[in-house]
């Protein structure tokens, strides 16, 4: 079945970087595009940006451009977010989530991983 | 940035009866509409898109409605396991965005 397995829990002081993985499995990867999303403690869903696991191309929010890098490697199906200059407010549990549409972009998202927390603290 | 807005924020109802919840759109996001469900701790899910289509899986007792800026999800006779969070989110246009969520509690 369609899975995408994220990395564990992270803590991480204030002015650093973070970089979380998503594991897909059970489809062809190259085929769907992967977005991530993040949602901070007890509030709702922020779209960050969204990479094609075909080529590279990447699209982000413009709150966070210069901030963040989406990448992946197909040899290992793996799609990386990498959030730098960390602040307190970026504590969060950040979620990659796979496009419902292959061969295109859709930004239906289905499914999504399990999360993984990242907590910014001194 | 198209802005999300849905009520009620809580909604309260009893095993059994129907749940609706609202979602507006501050444009037209035509039908390029998704609701999806939360629970605690859980990553959300796919319910529908396209505003009406239901995703793989997902019950009759859920179901979409709606078109532009207006949109309706509906689920009749509610089972203990549909108190959640439910967001929809438009992919009409970029920056793709989430209402705030209702949250869906057993009266």
């Known amino acids: 079945q369609v899975q995408l397995v994220q990395s564990e829990a992270e803590v991480k002081k204030p002015g650093a970087s973070m970089k979380v993985s998503c594991k897909a499995s059970?489809?062809?990867?190259?085929?769907?595009?992967i977005s991530w999303v993040r949602q901070a403690p007890g509030q709702g869903l922020e779209w960050m940006g969204w990479i094609s696991a075909y080529n590279g191309n990447t699209h982000y929010t413009q709150k966070f451009q210069g901030r963040v890098t989406m990448t992946r490697d197909t040899s290992t199906t793996t799609a990386y977010m990498e959030l730098r200059s960390l602040r307190s407010d970026d504590t969060a549990v950040y979620y990659c989530?796979?496009?419902?549409?292959?061969?295109?972009?859709?930004?239906?998202?289905?499914?999504w991983g399990q999360g993984t927390l990242v907590t910014v603290s001194s | 940035e198209i802005v999300m807005t849905q009520s009620p924020a809580t909604l309260s109802v009893s095993p059994g009866e129907r749940a609706t919840l609202s979602c507006r759109a501050s444009q037209s996001v035509s039908s390029n509409l998704a609701w999806y469900q939360q629970k605690p701790g859980q990553a959300p899910r796919l319910l529908i898109y396209?505003?009406?289509t239901r995703a793989t899986g997902i019950p009759a007792r859920f179901s979409g409605s709606g078109f532009g800026t207006e949109f309706t999800l509906s689920i009749s006779s509610l089972q203990s396991e549909d108190f959640a969070v439910y967001y929809c989110?438009?992919?009409?246009?970029?920056?793709?965005?989430f209402g705030q969520g209702t949250k869906l509690e057993i009266k």
């Open positions: 396209g505003a009406s």
């Open positions: 989530a796979r496009d419902r549409c292959s061969g295109g972009s859709c930004h239906i998202f289905d499914p």
């Open positions: 059970g489809y062809t990867f190259t085929s769907y595009g």
């Open positions: 989110q438009q992919y009409n246009n970029w920056p793709y965005t």
